[in-house]
């Protein structure tokens, strides 16, 4: 998740929130997706959670991370707030923050780079070897 998805899983939220007589539908479609994103890319290494990337190629998740990736927990919490049943989506927002606050921690500027690499041994977020800078948007 990130540049290639995150606007699609926003929009769907966005209008299941705006618009209350659609709301069941969009609820039930944005929850179906979401689940399936986490269950698909999501994973964890060292206490890191992360939103990784597939490809079409491979049915592994890479373990990678755009700082994009970083709208989904705020997404998730809003999600939760709409349906407060849903409590993994809160414990789900609360690990990829630590992660993403990690992504900016981890640099001089303070500002992270576009693309992050989970190393596993040793455990440490490195930015993506082509993405040693931030693009400013």
């Known amino acids: 998740l990130g540049s290639g998805g995150d606007s699609f899983y926003e929009c769907i939220l966005k209008q299941a929130i705006l618009r209350p007589l659609s709301a069941g539908h969009l609820r039930s479609v944005f929850q179906n997706v979401t689940v399936s994103a986490i269950e698909k890319v999501g994973a964890e290494v060292d ?18 991370m755009e700082h994009l990736a970083c709208f989904a927990p705020a997404m998730l919490v809003l999600a939760y707030n ?53 693009l400013l948007r």
């Open 82 to 134: 709409e349906d407060r049943s849903q409590t993994a989506y809160l414990v789900e927002a609360e690990n990829l923050m630590r992660t993403c606050m990690h992504m900016y921690q981890v640099t001089q500027t303070g500002l992270a780079a576009e693309q992050y690499d989970i190393k596993v041994k040793p455990t440490k977020l490195t930015p993506a070897a082509r993405q040693k800078f931030s």
């Open 47 to 64: 206490g890191f959670s992360f939103l990784g990337q597939c490809s079409i190629n491979s049915p592994e998740t890479m373990k990678r």
